[in-house]
């Protein structure tokens, strides 16, 4: 009997750090975004599911969905698409693989928030060279393509501070510094293929570098591709550091770029309303638990094999 629940001893204490660490935390976001609590008060009152009704029917709100949901859907199918190229390109090459692959990884290990400012200068509409290369480009075209130069002006936007492309420049900044990670992960599935398939495959007729990938790589990356999906989702969603470093007194332009950690670190921190702040945090984390879920549904039922 005593051997039976040996197990408990060394499961407990995972156990408990995962309750301690975990679940109270959530159960304690969950309670406060059901009052009006802010820090410094004695008290708070129970105002129940009013600050959800305020996160979907006010339009500060919905700008946060918008921008959080228009980052989420540009960043993610661009680096794990890039990834999985930049993966592709590094496992097929013989020589300076580690140099391309440190290369692309420089971005990931990068401090975000130094990189912001040097973005900030690229960026800048005078001293910036985003603007100045696109200037020289578009004067080479009116030059020496005048039939070809119709559109295009000498004449740039504010990418960080127009509200219409603020969040498109975030998104593009956000590619390049996220694709890298992805590209290691697919290059650790890539190398978990065995060499045999391919030759197998080459036997069956398959000869061209698209039929190899077509029949062998892309449905062995099926497991590592629904990874990176997810955790690209996760990321993408947790995007704090730019935007703060960018637009620190809140959201850029017209809360173009007003996503949803910016939010809870405003309502929270900034204007102290814990309860409104742990009700966004609440949806961060159910939006989480869905991607979790969905990944899970997807690994088991093995869908990337069909």
Same mark, same amino acid.
């Given at each position: ?17 995962? $309750?301690?660490?975990? =679940? ?7 309670g406060l975004s059901?009052? #009006? +609590? ?6 708070? /009152? ?25 980052? %989420?859907? @540009? @960043? @993610?199918?661009?680096?794990? *698409? ?7 390109? &590094?496992? /097929? ?6 140099? +391309? ?6 971005? @990931? ?8 400012? %040097? ?16 200037e020289r480009g ?23 501070? #127009?509200?219409? +492309?603020? &969040? ?20 650790? *599935? =890539?190398? /978990? ?32 591709? %629904? ?13 704090? #550091?730019? %935007? ?13 770029? +007003?996503?949803?950690? $910016? ?6 921190i900034q204007q102290?309303?814990?309860? &409104? ?12 638990? &869905? =991607?979790? =879920? ?13």
């Open positions: 009997m005593a051997q039976s629940r040996a197990y408990i001893w060394f499961i407990a204490p995972a156990l408990i750090l995962m $309750f301690v660490i975990l =679940l109270i935390p959530i159960l304690i976001a969950g059901m009052t #009006d +609590y802010s820090l410094g008060n004695s008290g708070a /009152s129970f105002v129940g599911w009013e600050n959800y009704e305020r996160i979907f029917s006010r339009s500060q709100y919905e700008k946060m969905f918008g921008a959080t949901f228009r980052y %989420v859907f @540009v @960043v @993610v199918p661009l680096t794990v *698409g890039l990834g999985l190229g930049a993966a592709l390109l &590094i496992h /097929s090459l013989g020589r300076f693989g580690d140099l +391309y692959k440190t290369i692309y990884f420089l971005p @990931v290990m990068a401090a975000l928030i130094a990189m912001a400012i %040097v973005w900030e200068f690229a960026f800048h509409p005078t001293i910036g060279i985003v603007n100045a290369t696109l578009c004067g080479t075209i009116l030059e020496h393509w005048n039939w070809y130069a119709q559109g295009c002006e000498r004449t740039f936007p504010l990418w960080l501070n #127009d509200r219409d +492309y603020a &969040i498109w420049t975030v998104s593009f900044i956000g590619v390049w510094q996220g694709f890298g990670f992805n590209m290691v992960l697919y290059l650790a *599935g =890539l190398a /978990s293929i065995p060499p045999s398939l391919y030759d197998a495959a080459e036997m069956d007729g398959a000869t061209r570098g698209w039929d190899r990938f077509q029949l062998v790589t892309w449905p062995l990356l099926g497991p590592t591709t %629904v990874f990176v999906v997810t955790i690209s989702f996760i990321r993408s969603f947790q995007v704090f #550091d730019m %935007v703060e470093a960018f637009y620190p007194q809140g959201g850029g332009p017209s809360k173009s770029v +007003y996503v949803m950690m $910016f939010a809870i670190y405003e309502k929270g102290n309303l814990m309860g &409104i702040g742990a009700a966004i945090t609440v949806i961060f984390l159910g939006f989480v638990m &869905i =991607l979790t =879920l969905i990944q899970r549904w997807l690994v088991e039922r093995r869908t990337h094999y069909v």
